[in-house]
C-alpha cells in the first residue's frame, strides 16, 4: 500500500472511531464498538485477501450511516462517492421495524455489489463470532440459534463472491452451531 493509500485508510479509522466513540457493543464485556469495525475490515484483508482501498474503507464505515447521527452525504464528502454507496448497500433502514430489516437483508443480498457483498460476508462471520462466543446477555439460546440461521439465508445471496471468505463463513457458522449445541446440553 502506498503511503497516501496508508494515509487515507488510518483517516477512515479515525472517523469511524470517532463516530462510534460513545457506542459500546450489546454484548456481555460491553466491548467497544469500533472493535467490530476493525475486526470486520481486518477480516477482508487477512482472510478475504481483499486490497482494494474503497471496500476496506467501506468495512471500517459499514455501521456509520446505520448506528451513528453520519449520513450518506456525510460519507460522501469526507470519503466519495464509491465508498458512500458501498455503506449505504450495507445499511439498514432502522425506520422500518426489525423483522422488516431482517427479511430484507436476504432479499437484498443477491441484488448488491460486490464490494457491498464482500463487507456484508465479513460481518456475518464476525456477528456469528459474537453471538457463538461473547452474545448480548438478553439473548437466549432460542434467539441465539434463530439468528445464526438468519444469517445462513442472508449468507446464501452472497455466495460465488469471495471463496475463502465463504468456507470461513461455513466453518464459523457450524463452530458457532457446534457451541451453541453443547450449551443445550
Same mark, same amino acid.
Given at each position: 500500500?502506498?503511503?497516501?493509500?496508508?494515509?487515507?485508510?488510518?483517516?477512515?479509522?479515525?472517523?469511524?472511531?470517532?463516530?462510534?466513540?460513545?457506542?459500546?457493543?450489546? #454484548?456481555?464485556?460491553?466491548?467497544?464498538?469500533? #472493535?467490530?469495525?476493525?475486526?470486520?475490515?481486518?477480516?477482508?484483508?487477512?482472510? !478475504? *485477501?481483499?486490497?482494494?482501498?474503497?471496500?476496506?474503507? /467501506?468495512?471500517?464505515?459499514? $455501521?456509520?450511516?446505520?448506528?451513528?447521527?453520519?449520513?450518506? +452525504?456525510?460519507? +460522501?464528502?469526507?470519503? !466519495? @462517492?464509491?465508498?458512500? @454507496?458501498?455503506?449505504?448497500?450495507?445499511?439498514?433502514?432502522?425506520?422500518?421495524?426489525?423483522? +422488516?430489516?431482517?427479511?430484507?437483508?436476504?432479499?437484498? /443480498?443477491?441484488?448488491?455489489?460486490?464490494?457491498?457483498?464482500?463487507?456484508?460476508?465479513? $460481518?456475518?462471520?464476525?456477528?456469528?463470532?459474537?453471538? /457463538?462466543?461473547?452474545?448480548?446477555?438478553?439473548?437466549?439460546?432460542?434467539?441465539?440459534?434463530?439468528?445464526?440461521?438468519?444469517?445462513?439465508?442472508?449468507?446464501? *445471496?452472497?455466495? !460465488?463472491? #469471495? +471463496?475463502?471468505?465463504?468456507?470461513?463463513?461455513?466453518?464459523?457458522?457450524?463452530? *458457532?452451531?457446534?457451541?451453541?449445541?453443547?450449551?443445550?446440553?
Amino acid at each position: 500500500m502506498d503511503p497516501k493509500q496508508t494515509t487515507t485508510l488510518l483517516r477512515t479509522l479515525h472517523y469511524a472511531a470517532n463516530m462510534h466513540r460513545d457506542q459500546r457493543r450489546k #454484548n456481555a464485556d460491553a466491548s467497544p464498538y469500533i #472493535n467490530h469495525p476493525i475486526a470486520v475490515a481486518e477480516l477482508l484483508t487477512r482472510q !478475504g *485477501g481483499v486490497s482494494d482501498l474503497a471496500t476496506v474503507q /467501506a468495512a471500517l464505515l459499514h $455501521d456509520t450511516i446505520e448506528d451513528t447521527e453520519t449520513t450518506r +452525504e456525510d460519507l +460522501e464528502i469526507h470519503f !466519495g @462517492a464509491e465508498v458512500a @454507496a458501498i455503506v449505504a448497500e450495507v445499511t439498514d433502514d432502522k425506520s422500518l421495524d426489525k423483522s +422488516e430489516r431482517k427479511r430484507l437483508q436476504i432479499v437484498h /443480498a443477491p441484488e448488491i455489489s460486490e464490494s457491498a457483498k464482500l463487507v456484508k460476508l465479513c $460481518d456475518k462471520i464476525c456477528n456469528v463470532e459474537d453471538i /457463538a462466543h461473547n452474545p448480548p446477555e438478553s439473548w437466549n439460546l432460542e434467539r441465539r440459534l434463530a439468528y445464526l440461521d438468519w444469517t445462513e439465508e442472508v449468507v446464501s *445471496g452472497l455466495r !460465488g463472491t #469471495n +471463496e475463502a471468505l465463504e468456507h470461513l463463513y461455513d466453518k464459523t457458522l457450524a463452530h *458457532g452451531r457446534q457451541v451453541l449445541s453443547k450449551a443445550d446440553a
